[in-house]
C-alpha cells in the first residue's frame, strides 16, 4: 500500500467516527490556541514598547555624571562635544529651573504641579527628540543675547490660549515678561498632559529667573548617529572614564534606549517562553488523549490488522497506516487551532486596544494589532503534527506486534 492509499484510509477513519476525533483534538485545539494567542500578543506589546520608547527618540543616550572633581568634569563634557558629528547626532545642554509659575492675564499655571520647566541651549530639542510645531526653538543667538523668549508645551498652550495662536504673545514667568516664540509638538498624541505642560528658556537666563542664587553646571542630552553610533559612544565614555568616577567617589551612568530596549526585549522573551512553556501543558495533555483514543481503535480494529497482515501487510505498513491517523488527528486539531488563535488575538488585541489607548506613556494609534507570525503558525502546527507522531508511536508498534493467528481470532 503506497503513502496516498495509507493517507486516504486514514482520513477516512478519522472522518468516520467525527464526535469522537473531534473530543479528541480538542486538547490541541486548545493548547495551539493558547500559545498563538499569549506568544502574538507578547510580540505585540514588544512592538508597542520599541514605539514608545522611539517616541522619545529612536536613538537617544540616557547620560548622568556627578563628581567633585571638576577637572574630570570638564573632560567627560569636551569629550562628549567633540563626539557630535561621529557618534552623536545632537548635544543639548539643560539646567531644571525648580519652581516656576506661568501667567496670562488672569490665569495661572504652577510649574511644580506635574510640570517641567528648563533652561536649555540650542540642541536641546533634537537631542531630546523634542520637534517644533509651532514656531521656532531656543537659538544661538537667544542662548547668546540672553534673548528674554521661551518656547512652551502643547499643554500650557491650550490652558492659555485654546484656539488662539500663543506666537509672539506675552507670558510671565516668575513675575518675568517673555516672549512666545513656538510650541512644541505633543509627545505620546497629547495624551500626557505632564510631558506637554513645558516650559523652556534660553539658558544663559538661568540666574536671572530661577529659584536658585547661583549658576548650576548644566546636565546634558544626547542623542546618537544611529543603534551603532549610540552603542560605540556608550562603550568609549565607559572604557574612558568609568573607573576614573569610581576612583573620585563620582557617579557616571551612560546607557542607550537601543540598549535599554535590548534588555526589555530579553526580559520580555523570557516571559513568552515561561508562559508557552505553561500553554504548551494542555497540548501535551492533548498528545495524551491521542494517544489513548489510538490505543482504543487498534483495540477495536484488531480483527482488521489481522486480516491485513494475514494477506501480506508489513509491520511497516500496520505502523505507517497509524501513525499517519495519529498525525492527522493531531494536524487538524493544529490547524483548528490556529484558526482559533488568529480570531483571539485580534479580540485579544481590540480589548488591549481599549484599555491601552487613554495609557498617557503610549504613544497614540488608530488600532492596536495582535497578528501571529507565520514562524509562530509554522511553528504551532509543526509541533502539534510532531506530537501527533510521538503519541502515535506506542499504539502504533502495538498494532504492529499483534500475531496475525491470535488478530483474526479476535470478534
Same mark, same amino acid.
Given at each position: ?270 516571559? /513568552? ?5 505553561? &500553554?504548551? =501543558? #494542555?497540548?501535551?495533555? *492533548?498528545? @495524551? $488523549? +491521542? ?28 505502523? /505507517? ?5 495519529? &498525525?492527522? =488527528? #493531531?494536524?487538524?486539531? *493544529?490547524? @483548528? $487551532? +490556529? ?73
Amino acid at each position: 500500500m503506497n503513502a496516498t492509499q495509507t493517507f486516504s484510509m486514514a482520513v477516512k477513519s478519522v472522518l468516520s467516527n467525527k464526535i469522537r476525533s473531534l473530543l479528541t483534538m480538542l486538547g490541541i485545539i486548545i493548547g495551539v490556541a493558547t500559545v498563538i494567542i499569549l506568544v502574538a500578543s507578547a510580540q505585540a506589546e514588544q512592538k508597542y514598547s520599541r514605539l514608545q520608547l522611539e517616541a522619545q527618540g529612536a536613538n537617544r543616550i540616557g547620560f548622568y555624571c556627578y563628581t567633585n572633581n571638576s577637572r574630570l568634569y570638564d573632560e567627560v563634557i569636551d569629550f562628549c562635544e567633540s563626539q557630535v558629528g561621529e557618534t552623536l547626532s545632537a548635544l543639548g545642554k539643560y539646567v531644571w529651573a525648580g519652581s516656576m509659575t506661568l501667567k496670562y492675564r488672569t490665569k495661572t499655571m504652577d510649574m511644580n504641579n506635574g510640570g517641567s520647566a528648563f533652561f536649555i541651549d540650542q540642541g536641546w530639542a533634537e537631542a531630546s527628540a523634542r520637534h517644533i510645531t509651532l514656531g521656532r526653538g531656543i537659538t544661538e543667538a537667544d542662548v547668546r543675547n540672553q534673548s528674554r523668549v521661551c518656547v512652551i508645551g502643547d499643554a500650557v498652550r491650550k490652558y492659555f490660549f485654546g484656539a488662539m495662536s500663543p506666537l509672539d504673545q506675552k507670558i510671565k514667568i516668575n513675575g518675568q515678561s517673555f516672549t512666545i516664540v513656538g510650541v512644541y509638538q505633543p509627545l505620546y498624541g497629547g495624551k500626557l498632559s505632564t510631558e506637554d505642560q513645558l516650559v523652556t528658556l534660553p539658558l544663559t537666563l538661568q540666574r536671572r529667573v530661577s529659584q536658585y542664587y547661583w549658576e548650576q553646571d548644566p546636565e546634558l542630552v544626547l542623542s546618537g548617529t544611529d543603534r551603532d553610533g549610540s552603542e560605540k559612544f556608550c562603550e568609549e565614555v565607559k572604557a574612558r572614564f568609568e573607573q576614573r568616577f569610581n576612583d573620585s567617589n563620582g557617579n557616571l551612568y551612560v546607557e542607550s534606549v537601543n540598549q535599554y530596549q535590548d534588555q526589555m526585549e530579553q526580559q520580555a522573551n523570557k516571559e /513568552s517562553a515561561k508562559t508557552a512553556g505553561i &500553554a504548551a =501543558i #494542555s497540548l501535551l495533555v *492533548g498528545g @495524551i $488523549g +491521542i494517544m489513548n483514543i489510538m490505543l482504543v481503535t487498534v483495540t477495536e480494529r484488531t480483527r482488521e490488522i489481522g486480516i491485513r497482515m494475514a494477506i501480506g501487510a508489513r509491520k511497516r505498513d500496520i505502523i /505507517s497506516q497509524f501513525l499517519i491517523e495519529s &498525525a492527522v =488527528i #493531531s494536524c487538524m486539531g *493544529g490547524l @483548528i $487551532g +490556529i484558526f482559533f488563535g488568529f480570531i483571539g488575538s485580534a479580540i485579544w488585541g481590540n480589548m488591549m486596544f481599549g484599555s491601552m489607548v487613554d495609557l498617557p506613556y503610549m504613544p497614540k494609534v488608530d488600532t492596536f494589532l495582535v497578528m501571529p507570525s507565520f514562524g509562530l503558525v509554522l511553528g504551532a502546527f509543526l509541533f502539534s503534527a510532531l506530537l501527533g507522531i510521538i503519541f502515535g508511536l506506542y499504539p502504533a508498534n502495538k498494532a504492529a506486534s499483534m500475531q496475525p493467528v491470535d488478530a483474526l481470532r479476535t470478534q
